[in-house]
């Protein structure tokens, strides 16, 4: 193992370091959150240069990258509600996929062909059509909280995480896509 990001660590600062890596090594971070919970999400290209993506200061959360690294996915909390958001670099726009803030939008995942979000939120899983084309459909209902992981690579199977009563247990389920 090699650093390839030296964070310091300090009381305005506090938190855990939240990234992602796309398939073509972009990687995309929010570092610790600022004293007033206002942070930017930054991204450090192959070069090892350094390049603010969100610029806006927020309170922002599980950032991930596309596969191919051109969409970032993450949650956002403003005015008391959690909703998901997709940041295109090539066009430096913003999308608001969910637009209740009801289900407690966080974590959000991508498909591997880029094509949907899946995010944890009350109740259990939700997805939807990363493009916003569609409206966040239930994947899963549950009275504990359940946290979105990764797809199998063939997009066939999603894990998640979900607290039992040792600790997290791990699951999977079956996805179907049904674009009509």
Same mark, same amino acid.
């Given at each position: 193992?090699?650093?390839?990001?030296?964070? +310091?660590?300090?009381?305005?600062?506090?938190?855990?370091?939240?990234?992602?890596?796309?398939?073509?090594?972009?990687?995309?971070?929010?570092?610790?959150?600022? =004293?007033?919970?206002?942070?930017?999400?930054?991204?450090?290209?192959?070069?090892?240069?350094?390049?603010?993506?969100?610029?806006?200061p927020? &309170?922002?959360? !599980?950032?991930?990258?596309? =596969?191919?690294?051109? !969409?970032?996915?993450?949650? &956002?909390?403003?005015?008391?509600?959690?909703?998901?958001?997709?940041?295109?670099?090539? !066009?430096?726009?913003?999308? %608001?996929?969910?637009?209740?803030?009801?289900?407690? =939008?966080?974590?959000?995942?991508?498909?591997?062909?880029?094509?949907?979000?899946?995010?944890? *939120?009350?109740?259990?899983?939700?997805?939807? !059509?990363?493009?916003?084309? %569609?409206?966040?459909?239930?994947?899963?209902?549950?009275?504990?909280?359940?946290?979105?992981?990764?797809?199998?690579? $063939?997009?066939k %199977?999603?894990?998640?995480?979900e607290? +039992?009563? *040792?600790?997290?247990?791990?699951w999977?389920?079956?996805i179907?896509?049904? $674009? =009509?």
């Amino acid at each position: 193992p090699a650093p390839i990001l030296e964070l +310091g660590v300090s009381s305005e600062a506090p938190g855990a370091t939240q990234f992602d890596i796309a398939e073509n090594g972009m990687f995309v971070y929010r570092e610790g959150a600022a =004293a007033n919970g206002r942070v930017v999400i930054s991204l450090l290209d192959n070069d090892g240069k350094i390049q603010a993506l969100v610029t806006k200061p927020g &309170s922002y959360a !599980r950032p991930h990258l596309s =596969a191919d690294g051109k !969409r970032l996915a993450f949650s &956002s909390l403003e005015g008391g509600t959690r909703d998901i958001w997709i940041y295109e670099q090539q !066009r430096n726009s913003m999308l %608001r996929l969910t637009l209740d803030g009801k289900t407690g =939008a966080g974590n959000p995942v991508w498909s591997p062909d880029g094509r949907y979000i899946v995010y944890g *939120g009350l109740g259990g899983m939700w997805w939807t !059509r990363s493009d916003g084309g %569609r409206k966040p459909q239930p994947l899963t209902q549950s009275a504990r909280p359940q946290g979105p992981s990764s797809f199998s690579a $063939d997009g066939k %199977r999603l894990a998640w995480d979900e607290p +039992g009563a *040792g600790g997290s247990d791990l699951w999977t389920v079956p996805i179907a896509y049904d $674009d =009509a």
